[in-house]
């Protein structure tokens, strides 16, 4: 009966402390948007450099593995070169917005955990408009994929700082204009870094 009393006891100690874990995190993280040269249709795409805002929010399935939500928002311009007009590049101003979900998987060393991730999404590109051109630019939306990994740096149960690098697969931006339409896709790279809490 003594036996029977003390494993219990350790039982429910166990399921305790299993539910005290963190399983859930939430990051606020900064990055660098680098898109690449994009070249097709006699269409030449360069976009500019800009800094944005990554949340994010993960669910541990399992010690190793999680599932995870993303939100990103970054404001740059994409230069074209179209029309025969190789010396003007038009100016798109525009806000970029990515929603996606990914499996991320990762070890644990002491304080440093690595993990990578893939998963799909989808991109939005709003035009600002301005004074600055006059073109007829719309909404563009792009379904994509989301490849990265990076470090994680434990500072308590609670709080951790991360580095990564993000890459989104998509196809470029036309903004609504045959002119731009380039039938190419580019990879944005997203190198990031910021701060997540597990609760």
């Known amino acids: 009966m003594k036996k029977m009393i003390l494993f219990g006891a350790l039982m429910l100690s166990a399921v305790?402390?299993?539910a005290q874990e963190s399983r859930q995190d939430v990051s606020i993280s900064g990055?660098?948007?680098?898109?690449?040269?994009?070249?097709?249709?006699?269409v030449v795409l360069n976009p500019s450099t800009s800094?944005?805002?990554?949340?994010?929010?993960?669910?541990?399935?399992?010690?190793?593995?999680?599932?995870?939500?993303?939100?990103?928002?970054?404001?740059?311009?994409?230069?074209?070169?179209?029309?025969?007009l190789e010396t003007t590049h038009i100016p798109v101003h525009s806000r970029a917005q990515e929603a996606s979900v990914a499996y991320v998987f990762g070890l644990s060393f002491k304080r440093y955990n690595p993990?990578?991730?893939?998963?799909v999404g989808g991109m939005v590109f709003t035009p600002i408009l301005s004074g600055s051109y006059s073109l007829d630019v719309k909404q563009s939306t792009g379904i994509g994929?989301?490849?990265?990994?990076?470090?994680?740096?434990?500072?308590?149960p609670s709080f951790d700082i991360r580095v990564q690098y993000r890459g989104f697969l998509v196809k470029a931006p036309t903004f609504g204009l045959p002119?731009?339409?380039l039938n190419r896709y580019e990879v944005i790279t997203m190198p990031t870094a910021g701060i997540a809490y597990h609760f």
């Not at 990055?31 to 006699?42: I, R, Y």
């Not at 944005?52 to 010690?63: E, N, W």
């Open 145 to 156: 994929g989301l490849f990265g990994g990076g470090l994680a740096y434990e500072l308590s």
């Open 51 to 84: 800094g944005g805002v990554l949340a994010s929010y993960r669910f541990l399935l399992t010690p190793r593995s999680a599932l995870e939500a993303n939100y990103s928002f970054a404001q740059y311009t994409n230069y074209y070169t179209c029309c025969g």
């Open 31 to 42: 990055f660098d948007l680098l898109g690449p040269q994009v070249n097709g249709n006699a």
């Open 115 to 119: 993990f990578v991730e893939a998963g």
């Open 16 to 18: 305790a402390g299993y």
């Open 179 to 181: 002119n731009f339409t």
